[in-house]
């Protein structure tokens, strides 16, 4: 690991610990102050930013337009802050790390880390940190180890096995290579690799912490009840991709203990994060977050958001100031057993993407994946997808629960489509060995005709 790096993440980590215990009144005053700053280094360094804001550089967040991946792409050069980087030059560096394979936790020039989005949510994305934005970046994903009660100790190396991607620009392998050490010993395997390869690495390994995508741990966990998986993970980390109840039900079931549903994004890095109560708390000193509707208004706590704006609170290399992202999500209140008093996040309901508009008897009618969910979970073993074609809906299976067929599970997604308003579609199921997964190696429950390259 970058020395320098490693004693600006174990500060921050100290720091963040400080902050559990703030009340409500502190965290606001440090996201004012914070705030207060970002904005003053956008203005300062950021052409794009003083040209977005114009007028309202004294105006409160809310008032302050939007700004989508495509804006700040598009804008990349002006939009940084730093004179010494351009998009070409950080393309240029992605594409030469994916083509050499080389180290992704190396800082690029002694000063930099970047990583990509893979573009299934409207073009891809680069982004790039510096040292100290960097160093928050991996505190907030210790973080999520530190709220669920699992950290490293001298005693007790943090072994993690993390199931994802390994696509070099991803930013978990940026991640992984970069905390990789004797105190946190790292596994990384490949998702689209075969079950059973991954099976005995991780027999090998015997993680103390388990982390992937939710369509990665489900086929683990049926691996774990059938007898060819033997690990006993202290926890189980979800991340990247939508957990639903049904999945989480069967990764407790396999390793004796609720999951941990992690919420992150390769634009902020975490989120928010279940404590030991399993309570997802936002981590409001890092991020300010806004759910608000189709029209861009605030929602009040309890109800769902159409999608989500988000502010860096630390960004200052590429700022993020009310950058939207497409995840429909609902907060709630205050107030948990652990004693944390930051913000709880109810449900990750998924991206706005996920939701198909098929035709129906009065119009188009939008059918939401828990359509799905409620025939799906139960009828495949290892996960399932939903692809729109032009002539229909194809549904993936990997793996027939016993007491199901093929027909019965078709006959009854067309019932639930018809349930909700839709005409009568073509559905076709099929049972596959492993499901469609996308350049950075997620399975998204839907892929919408749009999504589709």
Known sequence: MDLRLVSHVLFLRA??????????????????HALKELRRAAYGGSEFYRRHHAGLHDAPL???????????????DEAITTPDLTLADLEEHLRSLAGSGGDPGRPWRGRWWAAATAGTTGGRGIFVWNRAEWAAVLASYARANDWAGLSARLAMPLKVALVSSRVPTHQSAVVGASVRSKMIPTLRL?????IDENVAALN???????????????????????G????????????????????ASELEAAWGSAPFDVYAATETAGIASPCAYRNRHVYEDLVIIEPVDQAGNPVPDGTTGARLLVTVLFSRTLPLIRYEMSDTVRLGGRGCPCGRSFTLMEDIEGRIEDVLHLPGRTGTVSVHPIVFHDVLDQAAIAGWQVIQEPTGLRVLLAGLMPGNSV????AAVAGALLAVGALDARVDVQVVARLERTALGKAPFVRALKDQP
């Open 407 to 410: 027909e019965g599970v078709r």
């Open 62 to 76: 809310d008032q302050l337009p939007p700004v989508t991946k495509a804006d700040l792409m598009a804008h990349f």
């Open 15 to 32: 720091a963040l610990r400080r902050r559990d215990r703030w009340d409500a009144a502190r965290i606001a005053a440090h996201q004012d």
């Open 190 to 194: 490949d998702v689209t690799a075969p």
């Open 228 to 247: 060819r998986l033997h690990i006993a993970p202290q926890g189980v980390m979800s991340a990247s991709e939508v957990l639903s109840p049904h999945a």
């Open 204 to 226: 090998r390994f015997q993680p103390r912490i388990l982390v992937g995508y939710a369509s990665a741990l489900k086929p683990l966990a049926a691996e774990q009840q059938a």
